[in-house]
T-cell receptor, first 110, second 113 residues
Framework: DAKTTQPPSMDCAEGRAANLPCNHSTISGNEYVYWYRQIHSQGPQYIIHGLKNNETNEMASLIITEDRKSSTLILPHATLRDTAVYYCIVRSSGYSTLTFGKGTMLLVSP | EPEVTQTPSHQVTQMGQEVILRCVPISNHLYFYWYRQILGQKVEFLVSFYNNEISEKSEIFDDQFSVERPDGSNFTLKIRSTKLEDSAMYFC???????????FGQGTRLTVV
């Protein structure tokens, strides 16, 4: 079973920042936090991942709390095309399998 | 940008028939995966493949399923004697190492009638 807890749905206005939370209170020291998204039954798309430091790439930022028990994915300027299901996944180092939960359905509105 | 490609995009088959789903992983990747997603449900792991053998499989991946890398570029999933409940989206993915991100194809929608 997935080791993460996410809200089932969130709304965001176009152009605003979308902040998607994830709880992973049982995460262990060698486990990474990964974020993927799935746009309407397309293949999951990798967004970002991190271990303990905050990370940023061209798509998003990942903020991991100091105790690593939770994290937030930030889409700085959400667009309508960011409407998707967002999955937060905890994955052990050296262990390649991804275990998907139900994710958060983000709806970006005009 | 390199991508994982899957063919066909949609396959309809009669119950009891065998199907082969095809995938071309990203060229320098060494780890390959199949996942499936039944309509309205979660994405589920089926199998991972490395160095020409299965490295891990889920309880879904029983004797009905097999995988193969028949040449240097293709990675296939064979489903024997298909059942109605095999209807799903099947996603292929690949990664360079077990620690790096996996990239997914756009999927094959399998419909068993």
């Amino acid at each position: 079973d997935a080791k993460t807890t996410q809200p089932p749905s969130m709304d965001c206005a176009e152009g605003r920042a979308a902040n998607l939370p994830c709880n992973h209170s049982t995460i262990s020291g060698n486990e990474y936090v990964y974020w993927y998204r799935q746009i309407h039954s397309q293949g999951p798309q990798y967004i970002i991942h991190g271990l303990k430091n905050n990370e940023t790439n061209e798509m998003a930022s990942l903020i991991i709390t100091e105790d690593r028990k939770s994290s937030t994915l930030i889409l700085p300027h959400a667009t309508l095309r960011d409407t998707a299901v967002y999955y937060c996944i905890v994955r052990s180092s050296g262990y390649s399998t991804l275990t998907f939960g139900k994710g958060t359905m983000l709806l970006v509105s005009p | 940008e390199p991508e994982v490609t899957q063919t066909p995009s949609h396959q309809v088959t009669q119950m009891g028939q065998e199907v082969i789903l095809r995938c071309v992983p990203i060229s320098n990747h060494l780890y390959f995966y199949w996942y499936r997603q039944i309509l309205g449900q979660k994405v589920e792991f089926l199998v991972s493949f490395y160095n020409n053998e299965i490295s891990e499989k889920s309880e879904i991946f029983d004797d009905q399923f097999s995988v193969e890398r028949p040449d240097g570029s293709n990675f296939t999933l064979k489903i024997r004697s298909t059942k109605l409940e095999d209807s799903a989206m099947y996603f292929c993915a690949s990664s360079g190492t077990p620690d790096t991100e996996a990239f997914f194809g756009q999927g094959t929608r399998l419909t068993v009638v």
